[in-house]
């Protein structure tokens, strides 16, 4: 790989960073700031710290390395089909972050959380179609497919077990509002914290593949991943408030309670995800079907189902969009060698 292509990937992987950070990680805090248990000031500069956080954590505790790169983005096929031409992994990409960052960019305009996992995957779905390596990724189709269902339907089904056991303790006056709102901050510095550490990973992950690539040792490459921590942070300060408003208003009108439970039930699948399944269950679909859990669990009129179908429908399409852009993008590159 050239060092332009160098250069061109470790950019965007910073401006994916700082990307997901106010299109992800603030959507962290989007339950303490419409129930009014933190200003919405002190909730985005909380959640910043705490992804930065996470990010460093995630430096430490990540196995930082060739394989472990290319197994977590699964570009194993595309490596394999660019072999005798270094610099179309480079090429490879620059067009899968291209497109998801097209995509991430559209989502925030609708105002609609999706995941900037599913979408990297359908980029590189798309890449490997266009290489020629297709076959390779239908067992990955399968487990995106899965993912997908899994996660928001766990979210949903963990929550409405969640909030009807927080109603029934309610019931017995031993917890106050009080008490919940100090939780539910407790909560979104654990959601928080686990946006830094999961989302850290991708462009941890293209910036030691790509240095690979270009020739550069790894432990020559290790100061450029600090930065993305700090570029998550920033963007997280920027509030991505029109994705805030729809998952702390639009869809449910919510309180301390709900927003606790719809928290800690996120924070538990990301865990989950990260180190017991080992599939990409996307954060941005476990706290909004969390929330949803969260208003059906006190009658199914408090959920606004038709904002809910359109962020399914856009959950649907990320994979899709961002592979035919992607393939689109490399018949292009491939007809021009």
């Not at 269902?149 to 929550?159: A, C, D, E, T, V």
């Not at 989302?199 to 593949?209: K, M, T």
């Not at 920033?234 to 991505?240: P, Q």
Request: proline letters at 4%.
């Amino acid at each position: 790989m050239t060092i332009a292509l160098l250069v061109a990937v470790v950019l965007l992987a910073f401006v994916t960073a700082f990307c997901t950070g106010f299109h992800d990680a603030s959507s962290a805090v989007s339950t303490t700031i419409s129930t009014r248990s933190l200003r919405e000031s002190t909730a985005l500069n909380l959640a910043a710290v705490l992804n930065l956080l996470g990010a460093l954590i995630g430096m430490l505790i990540v196995p930082l390395s060739v394989g472990w790169a290319v197994s977590l983005l699964g570009l194993g096929p595309i490596i394999a089909a660019s072999a005798d031409t270094p610099d179309l992994i480079g090429i490879a990409l620059v067009l899968m972050l291209l497109a998801t960052l097209a995509w991430e960019i559209i989502t925030w305009w609708y105002g609609t959380p999706s995941s900037t996992w599913h979408a990297f995957l359908g980029a590189a779905l798309g890449a490997s179609a266009a290489l020629g390596a297709f076959e390779a990724w239908l067992p990955v189709i399968g487990l995106l497919a899965l993912a997908t269902l899994l996660g928001p339907l766990m979210g949903m089904l963990l929550s409405i077990a969640g909030m009807r056991g927080l109603l029934a303790l309610g019931r017995t006056e031993r917890l106050r509002v009080g008490h919940l709102r100090f939780a539910q901050t407790v909560s979104a510095c654990a959601v928080a914290t686990g946006h830094g550490l999961s989302d850290s990973r991708l462009p941890y992950a293209l910036v030691v593949l790509a240095c690979q690539a270009a020739g550069f040792p790894l432990a020559d490459s290790l100061w450029l991943l600090a930065p993305i921590a700090v570029a998550i942070a920033a963007g997280t300060l920027m509030g991505g408030h029109r994705i805030i408003r729809t998952i702390g208003r639009r869809l449910t009108s919510l309180n301390s309670a709900q927003g606790f439970v719809a928290e800690c039930t996120s924070a538990l699948l990301m865990a989950l995800a990260v180190v017991g399944f080992q599939v990409p269950i996307s954060s941005s679909h476990t706290l909004a079907s969390s929330v949803v859990g969260a208003g059906a669990a006190i009658g199914p009129r408090h959920v606004r189902w038709t904002v809910a179908a359109k962020i399914v429908g856009f959950w649907i399409a990320t994979p899709i969009v961002t592979c035919v852009i992607t393939a689109m993008g490399m018949r292009i590159v491939l007809g021009a060698l």
